[in-house]
């Protein structure tokens, strides 16, 4: 039987990336840049053929996929939006620093242990993102498959693949491109972080 082939491309820049502003759950549109970027995977794709395009609710993630994908049909995936960064979202990370210093430290320590006020934790995020996968995987066996989403999601879907715990070093370059094969329900990493059309 064929595997099932996931592309997972993380959105395009915002002005809020751009800014180093936390961005997860808020609605944040595509910057000028990143509407470019995803014009280049437009080209990279171009020959490129989906059985089936899926997209986290989040706009950012919407307008990338619209604009790689043009009039293709895009499943929403809510449970593929970013993590809620909570009490931090729209910050930066010196006015974060002033305003929780002891708990963001500790968080950016180590996020799988600490929780931001109000935010998602990190373990339901990885619950929620590997529930949403399998979901996926489950309805598209030997499929090959597009998924415009974030940053934060495809790290925590390959930190756990790796079964790693270092969720900062597997956050991928905005317009990226990273895929994953599964075979027999068996993920294996194929690409990560893939840039070279950006360069």
Known sequence: MKNTRLVLIRHGLTRWNKSGRYCGWKDVALSKEGKAQAKRLRKLLKDARFDKIYSSDRKRALQTARIIFKKAKIVKAPL????????????RHKEILKKYPVV?????????????????????????????????????????????????????????????????????????????????GLPKIKKFNETKHLE
């Open 80 to 91: 593929l939006k970013e993590i809620n960064f909570g009490a931090i979202e729209g910050l």
């Open 104 to 184: 963001y430290r500790s968080w950016i320590k180590d996020p799988y242990k600490i929780c931001l006020p109000s935010a998602e934790s990190m373990n339901a995020f990885k619950k929620r993102v590997e529930l949403g996968i399998k979901k996926i995987v489950r309805l598209n066996p030997g499929k090959e498959l597009a998924i415009v989403c974030h940053g934060g999601v495809i790290s925590i879907l390959i930190s756990s693949i790796l079964k790693k715990r270092d969720f900062w070093k597997y956050v991928p370059k905005g317009a990226s491109l990273t895929v994953v094969e599964y075979k027999n």
